[in-house]
């Protein structure tokens, strides 16, 4: 059999649960195994995994902040002080060519262009 993506499937730690989503399967743990969810000792946060966990207690309770070298802005995650770099200091515009719509977001404009001005769209004839 052949497969035009080969996805490594994730796999439920306590029973034969397989999933090639990761959203499935912490929903599976909390529907099936309530009890072996990771549970903060400090709030009623609980995590699907023992690194979830630490990386919310990090976030959370110790105060890890990234901090933008060119602002005051600070970010929980790594991913969020990139998008914040992004879209405030690398000025990087991204301009409608049917209206003055811009965006430093190529999805965004993309977006636009298909809901504003059917751009991307197959018309039926």
Known sequence: KRT??????FQCSHCEF????????FNHKIDDHKEVLFS???CDHKA????NLKSHKLNVHDGLRYACDQ???QATQASSLKQ??????DCIEHFCNNCEYKTVW???LKEHQRRFHSVGQFVES
């Open 84 to 89: 914040h770099i992004r879209s405030k200091h």
């Open 71 to 73: 602002c005051e802005y």
């Open 18 to 25: 397989k999933t090639t989503v990761k959203q499935a399967l």
């Open 4 to 9: 035009i993506h080969k996805k490594l499937p």
């Open 40 to 42: 903060c000792l400090q």
């Open 48 to 51: 699907s995994s023992a690194q």
């Open 106 to 108: 190529p999805k965004a």
